[in-house]
């Protein structure tokens, strides 16, 4: 069975900031890794997703993710955060060899102060 | 782009009563899942749909039924609301089910049984 965590439920962060959110997972198989965003009222998007190859992803909006396999994380990360950037950032996991089921954490709400 | 419709985007309804939670998407997905979002336990999958009239269980499908009639639309059926089902509903689809694919999220449904 696959899982994953996400610590922080809440981070506030000044405008122009760097912010990352954290994401931990755990499988006992190779995994997929997603990061989805939901802005206020709307359904979730995809901002990024690791498949294989390169362990640093580059997603929409200015966002990356690191796959770190040793830490079992997939942290995402913006140099400098806007006001439009407010909104709730979800992690998902999917393990590989098995039909379509993806994991979702339990989400992080970003906060961006002016 | 791909576009995912939810019939409601606000319900009430009464405990007792049968609900119908409509989901259409317009890009030919095979898969399509309903979703339940509720604060500080992310999304939970009820069930998902590989399949015209092919359907799986999720995480929590105690209290749910879905029906697949169509490729493009999934419904989510409450056979008896009760109160512990008020929640924000989330209909997605993708393309396959290949654990790799991105799934595109409808607005949601924010539902509340009194």
């Known amino acids: 069975a696959q899982s994953v965590t996400q610590l922080d439920s809440q981070v506030p962060v000044f405008e122009e900031a760097p912010v990352e959110l954290r994401c931990n997972y755990s499988?006992?198989?190779?995994?997929?890794l997603f990061w989805y965003v939901q802005y206020p009222n709307q359904g979730l998007q995809l901002l990024l997703k690791y498949l294989s190859g390169s362990t640093l992803v580059k997603g929409i909006n200015g966002f990356e993710a690191e796959f770190n396999k040793s830490q079992t994380s997939f942290h995402l990360r913006k140099p400098s955060v806007h006001i439009s950037d407010t909104a709730e950032y979800f992690c998902a996991v999917s393990a590989s060899g098995g039909y379509q089921k993806v994991t979702f954490g339990t989400g992080t709400k970003l906060q961006v102060i002016p | 782009d791909v576009k995912v419709t939810q019939s409601s985007r606000y319900l009430v309804k009464r405990t007792g009563e049968k609900v119908f939670l409509e989901c259409v998407q317009d890009?030919?997905?095979?898969?399509m899942f309903w979703y339940r979002q509720d604060p500080g336990l992310g999304l939970r999958l009820i069930y998902f749909?590989?399949?015209?009239?092919?359907?799986e269980k999720g995480d929590i499908p105690e209290g749910y039924s879905v029906s697949r009639e169509k490729k493009e639309r999934f419904s989510l059926i409450l056979e008896s609301a009760s109160t512990n089902q008020t929640s924000m509903y989330l209909c997605?689809?993708?393309?396959?089910?290949?654990?790799?694919?991105?799934?595109?999220f409808g607005p949601g449904t924010r539902l509340l049984v009194l």
């Open positions: 749909s590989y399949d015209v009239k092919m359907k």
């Open positions: 499988s006992s198989v190779s995994v997929y």
């Open positions: 997605a689809s993708s393309y396959t089910g290949a654990v790799q694919e991105t799934q595109y």
């Open positions: 890009m030919d997905h095979e898969n």
